[in-house]
């Protein structure tokens, strides 16, 4: 394991190639590096990696959130055990919708733009480097990050009877696959017939990206003009694109007195504890629906408490 490169989400977090991480605690070390930056820009190797694909679920478990983030079990457990602080598009693990009888379909845009990389062959280590790395918590340094962005658009509607959630579900998937048709050359051309016109009115918008908007869509319509406008929204050359995934490697390569991380965590034991959450939030969300049902209304103590 201490031989073991890694590569890791970056979640919004503020990586940069050099910097010290650990493993075990799934934290970045700010304020120390290994190499100056003159030293580190002389280094670096950059490459173009040019991507972009649209997503969509209907699932609103941790375990597709992390899918869509390509979170391992390592890190997700982290999340979970409260260890980490995530920002921009990876604020989506904690949006929860508020009623189980509600259906979510949420779609992501996702997209790189470049990969840097450390040519570490050709670094050198002196004493005090050494030192650096025997003295601190880190187990890891970043070599390579892969630059882009992540959006997620989260439709919800409004409450729903048992029975309707599913066919809900469905119609709402009908229509928001249809949205990367609607960019013709980077225009807006919105077609849909009068059921699905209906629809879309019904549903509730929230954005959870990288990049930075005039203001978050609330609807559906709005939510189509912001899709068309990401690509723009990263520069002409990406220079707006931010960490997206981290490469990461041993400081045990470095110096064998350095800290290191022994073994990850067991999927299981991460999977367990994410069904044991997952049946927490929905006794929330079964409580919210029946906090809302009309015979509670006669109960104000019962809403109160």
């Known amino acids: ?6 590569t890791v989400a970056a979640l919004g977090r503020p990586f940069t190639l050099g ?3 650990d493993a075990r605690r799934d934290q970045l070390i700010p ?14 190797k950059e490459s173009s990696q040019r991507y972009s694909d649209f997503d969509m679920t209907a699932s609103d478990s941790t375990e597709s959130k992390c899918h869509l983030l390509d979170v391992d079990a390592s890190l997700k457990a982290s999340f979970l055990g409260g260890l980490i602080e995530v920002g921009g598009s990876a604020n989506y693990l904690n949006d929860q919708k508020k009623f189980y ?3 979510r379909v949420t779609c992501q845009y996702k997209t790189t733009t470049n990969f840097k990389q450390l040519k570490i062959e050709n670094l050198t280590m002196q004493n005090q480097q050494m030192d650096v790395i025997k003295k601190s918590s880190a187990t890891h340094v ?7 962005a992540n959006a997620f658009f989260v439709f919800d509607s409004e409450k729903l009877d048992t029975s309707s959630v599913q066919e809900m579900k469905g119609r709402m998937q009908a229509v928001i696959k249809k949205i990367p048709s609607f960019n013709i050359d980077g225009e807006v051309n919105i077609k849909l017939n009068e059921k699905e016109q209906a629809l879309t009115e019904t549903l509730y918008c929230k954005f959870h990206g990288d990049l930075i908007l005039k203001s978050n869509p609330a609807t559906f319509v709005e939510a189509v003009k912001t899709y068309v406008e990401l690509p723009k929204l990263l520069g002409d050359e990406g220079e707006k694109a931010v960490p997206v995934k981290v490469w990461l490697m041993p400081l045990k ?6 800290a290191e991380l022994k073994t990850d965590i067991s999927h299981d034991v991460v999977r367990k504890a994410e069904d044991n959450l ?3 939030k929905e006794i929330v969300l079964r409580c919210n629906d029946s906090l809302e049902d ?12």
């Open 1 to 6: 394991m201490a031989s073991d490169n890694k």
């Open 19 to 21: 910097m010290l991480y």
């Open 31 to 44: 304020g120390l590096t290994l190499w100056d930056d003159e030293t580190l820009q002389d280094k670096i």
């Open 101 to 103: 009888n509600q259906s």
């Open 142 to 148: 970043v070599t390579g990050i892969l630059y882009g």
């Open 253 to 258: 390569n470095f110096n064998p007195e350095a």
């Open 278 to 280: 997952e049946e927490l």
């Open 294 to 305: 009309e015979v509670v209304e006669q109960f104000p103590v019962i809403r109160e408490s």
